[in-house]
Structure formats: structure tokens, C-alpha cells
């Protein structure tokens, strides 16, 4: 079947949608739709939707083609060098993705960041969460042919990712945090543009309300599909803001206590319902907490070091001054001969899709002998199975959108 708009109301190419009839006992006519596995409808990964006419029988989610071996690729370079490769996994929030990684090599090093480093990881974190969430509520638009929210929401997380790079000198893959700290110090008049981006971003999230989220039409497509009842994302073992929309409170920035988390103030949203709808409106929640914790972090934001003393001073004098004036750290310089000692150390953070686990073993070289990630995208993944029989097929989308999957995270 080719050229179909069955997703996203653009035309997809040859061999994105296929379909074949089967027959199941007792003569019953399912069909057999195959979406994906190339872009746009669905994300570099296939989907098996079977169909009694246009409802919904079972999905089966077939990962594994952008698959880049990332925890074996870790196992045979340099410990801080798999910083920037397992960024590659969820470039969309690349800070979240890796401050656990950083965790548990800090605590096989026995080594903490000073105040200073602390906040400065926190300030990055809320500002990836907040680019991520836009660009989920962008495709969740797009999947509902809301061509307005897309751009706008793509559109605003400029201003996020604009904030991002002048902190950390990248737009995108940022290799902030290492062992010990984070590479630079925070920017002469940064306060002032993250307060403009803040105050913009809050009357942006008032009109994304009216024009999408209480647009009739979104509500429903929205309101009461793809339920998540309470019970069943704990047993599922279901994270982030798709366990949060239905009612369980549970978030890793409190559970595991890293960064300054437990030094700033927020809330954690929830909703009761579980549907799609629910889903949406706690992503927009989120941005608002995470503005709230960058206005603290600016606010309280201690002086002194952005790095641990302990690897400052094994730099030579007149680097380790070259450093400290600059307030910019080139870490090959400080771990160039950097060995982890013998054990294991797992750290777990949150990351805008939820909740991002890290078991990293060593055997006393500079490689870590083992490296295991658990992502919250391929913990989701559960929920297109478990989430759309029953539904019609034009609710597959709306679901998708919602649960806001990222298929390389999952597929690493």
C-alpha cells in the first residue's frame, strides 16, 4: 500500500505502512498493518497492528533498527569517554542522559562535586527537561495534524537550547558534567537571559493551553484514551511523566537526592485520570516546576570551584591556573590517565521521559569492565502493547503522541 496518511497526515513513502489480511478461527477477518520502520510515522522502529476493521487488536512494538551497541561500545574506550557517546542515546535531553553515568563513576572514584558544580548540574538538567518536553509536545501535535503547536513548541525550544549552549559552549551534546564537576563556570549575565526565557516561556505555556489544549477537537482525541490506570503502571514498572499522569507520585531528583535537588523547592505534578490527556497536561506542568527550580538555582547559587580540588591539583600549575581564570575545563587534560578502582557502583536520575538507571563495573583499569543502562523510553515501550487494543486505529497516534517515546533511547 503505498503513499497512505494514515498517522500523520503526510504522504509516507513506499513500504512505511503495509498491510496483509489474515484470517483468524472462526472466520474472522484481522488485518495485519505494518508501520514503519522508516520516519516519519514511526520513529525509526516498526510497529505490528493487527485490525478487526478499524479497531485496534494488538500492537507489537519491533525495536532494533537504529540499534549502535552503545553499552558494549562503552566497555572499550576510556571511562569519560563514554560521556559523549551515551549522549548520542537521547540527544534531545543529552545533560539527563548521562549525570547518572557521571554518578556512578564518581562514586567508584569516591569523589563528589563542590556546591558550585551541583547547582550548575541542576541549572543544565531542568533546562534539557524543558527542551524535551517541547519537542514531545511538538510531535504529539503533529500527530494529531496540529501543524501550529509543532512549529511552536519546535520554535520555543530555541530559546531553551540557545540558553543551553552559551552555558556549555554546545547545542546539543554538551558533555557538561565529569567526574568531579562540570567543564565551565556559568557565563557572565546569564541570570538575566534565562529570567527573559522564563517570563517568555510562561505566557507561551498560557496560549499552548488555548490553542491546543483546550482546543475541542485535541480533547477529544485525548480525553479518556489510552487509560493508565494507578495499579497497573506500578505493576508495569512504568516511569517519568507517564506514571506521574496517573497518579503516583514518584520522581528519581527526590528519590536518589543528587545535584542541588533537595536544596531547591518544587512540586511534583500528578494526575488521577491516566488518559492521554492527563499525559499531555503533566509535561506542561513540568516545564512550569522546572522554571520554578532555575530561578532558585540562579538565586542561591553558591560561590566558589565548578571542580573537585582533588583533580585540580594533580593538573600542573600552570594549567590548573589557566583554569581557574578561564572558568572553562579541557578534561582529557585531568583524565587522560584516569583509572576507576575495582567494584561497582549503580546510580539512577530523571530524565524528561522518566526515570534513567546506570550499573557501571569495574576491574581496576581505566575501561569500565561492564556498563548496563536501563532507559525510561524502552521501560514505556510496554504501553503500546498494553495501552492500544480496544481503541480505533486513528487512536493510535494520539496515544503515541502522549507517551512521549524516543526510539533510539530505548533501541541503544
Do not use: C
Not at 516561556?201 to 499552548?208: A, D, F, P, Q, S
Amino acid at each position: 500500500m503505498s503513499s497512505v496518511s494514515s498517522l500523520s497526515g503526510v504522504a509516507l513513502p513506499e513500504g512505511v505502512v503495509r498491510s496483509r489480511l489474515l484470517v483468524r478461527e472462526g472466520g474472522e477477518e484481522v488485518y495485519e498493518l505494518f508501520i514503519g520502520p522508516q520516519h516519519p510515522s514511526s520513529g525509526h522502529m516498526r510497529f505490528i497492528v493487527r485490525l478487526e476493521g478499524d479497531v485496534i487488536v494488538s500492537v507489537d512494538p519491533d525495536i532494533g533498527y537504529v540499534h549502535r551497541t552503545m553499552e558494549k561500545l562503552a566497555e572499550g574506550r576510556e571511562a569519560i569517554k563514554a560521556i559523549p557517546l551515551l549522549e548520542r542515546m537521547t540527544i534531545i535531553d543529552s545533560h539527563n542522559v548521562t549525570i547518572g553515568l557521571v554518578r556512578a563513576l564518581e562514586k567508584l572514584l569516591d569523589v563528589e562535586p563542590p556546591p558550585r558544580a551541583r547547582y550548575l548540574r541542576t541549572l543544565l538538567s531542568e533546562i534539557n527537561r524543558i527542551a524535551s518536553h517541547l519537542y514531545g509536545i511538538g510531535i504529539a501535535g503533529i500527530m494529531l495534524n496540529h501543524s501550529t503547536m509543532f512549529m511552536w513548541a519546535f520554535g520555543d525550544r530555541e530559546v531553551w537550547l540557545q540558553l543551553a549552549e552559551e552555558l556549555t559552549g554546545a547545542r546539543l551534546t554538551h558533555t557538561y558534567s565529569v567526574p568531579g564537576g562540570v567543564r565551565r563556570d556559568l557565563p557572565q549575565g546569564f541570570a538575566g537571559k534565562a529570567e527573559k526565557a522564563i517570563r517568555y516561556m510562561t505566557r507561551r505555556l498560557e496560549e499552548y493551553k488555548r490553542i491546543f489544549l483546550e482546543n475541542p477537537q485535541v480533547v477529544a482525541r485525548y480525553e479518556g484514551v489510552g487509560v493508565l490506570k494507578r495499579h497497573e503502571a506500578s505493576r508495569l514498572g512504568i516511569v517519568g511523566p507517564n506514571l506521574r499522569a496517573s497518579g503516583i507520585r514518584y520522581d528519581a531528583r527526590i528519590a536518589e537526592d543528587y545535584a542541588a535537588y533537595s536544596e531547591v523547592e518544587f512540586e511534583i505534578p500528578t494526575f488521577e485520570e491516566g488518559d492521554s490527556y492527563a499525559r499531555m497536561k503533566q509535561r506542561v506542568e513540568e516545564i512550569k516546576q522546572s522554571m520554578h527550580i532555575i530561578r532558585q538555582v540562579l538565586q542561591k547559587m553558591p560561590s566558589g570551584p565548578f571542580f573537585a580540588e582533588k583533580y585540580l591539583r594533580l593538573l600542573p600549575p600552570k594549567l590548573r591556573d589557566q583554569v581557574l581564570s578561564t572558568g572553562s575545563l579541557k578534561f582529557p587534560a585531568v583524565f587522560a590517565t584516569m583509572k576507576l578502582p575495582q567494584g561497582e557502583a549503580v546510580a539512577r536520575a530523571e530524565m524528561g521521559h522518566g526515570e534513567i538507571f546506570y550499573h557501571v563495573i569495574s576491574d581496576g583499569g581505566s575501561k569500565p569492565y561492564r556498563l548496563r543502562v536501563v532507559t525510561p523510553s524502552f521501560r514505556n515501550v510496554i504501553l503500546f502493547r498494553y495501552l492500544m487494543p480496544g481503541h480505533r486505529f486513528m487512536d493510535f497516534p494520539a496515544i503515541y503522541g502522549s507517551l512521549d517515546y524516543f526510539p533510539p533511547e530505548a533501541d541503544r
